[in-house]
Nanobody, 116 residues
Framework: QVQLVESGGGLVRPGGSLRLSCAAS????????MAWYHQAPGKQRELVAR???????NYADSVKGRFTISRDNAKKMVYLQMNSLKPEDTAVYYC??????????WGQGTQVSVSS
């Protein structure tokens, strides 16, 4: 099973950028679909972006054109580049490994706060 550790969260002003990283362990990382979810206080956890083992991507409508998900299978890393950040992007961001449409493991989460 893959283990996940996120990093890169923090406080940023509106319009700023952050890059989140997710380090994975496990020998079959390349076979997993990887995703980023976020959860704001009092709200459900929601999908932000997903990247398949073949590199196909999809995004939540709210982040299209601003966020980019990528992966490096050799380094077992997943990234989320977040540009033009808005206050409503404030949330805990979780890295997730998915197989056959189901999340099989979560990272511990990293806080992203967007405020002036």
């Amino acid at each position: 099973q893959v283990q996940l550790v996120e990093s890169g969260g923090g406080l940023v002003r509106p319009g700023g950028s952050l890059r989140l990283s997710c380090a994975a362990s496990g020998s079959i990382f390349r076979l997993y679909t990887m995703a980023w979810y976020h959860q704001a206080p009092g709200k459900q956890r929601e999908l932000v972006a997903r990247i398949t083992s073949g590199g196909g991507t999809n995004y939540a409508d709210s982040v299209k054109g601003r966020f980019t998900i990528s992966r490096d299978n050799a380094k077992k890393m997943v990234y989320l580049q977040m540009n033009s950040l808005k206050p409503e992007d404030t949330a805990v961001y979780y890295c997730a490994a998915e197989r056959l449409g189901e999340v099989v493991n979560w990272g511990q989460g990293t806080q992203v706060s967007v405020s002036s």
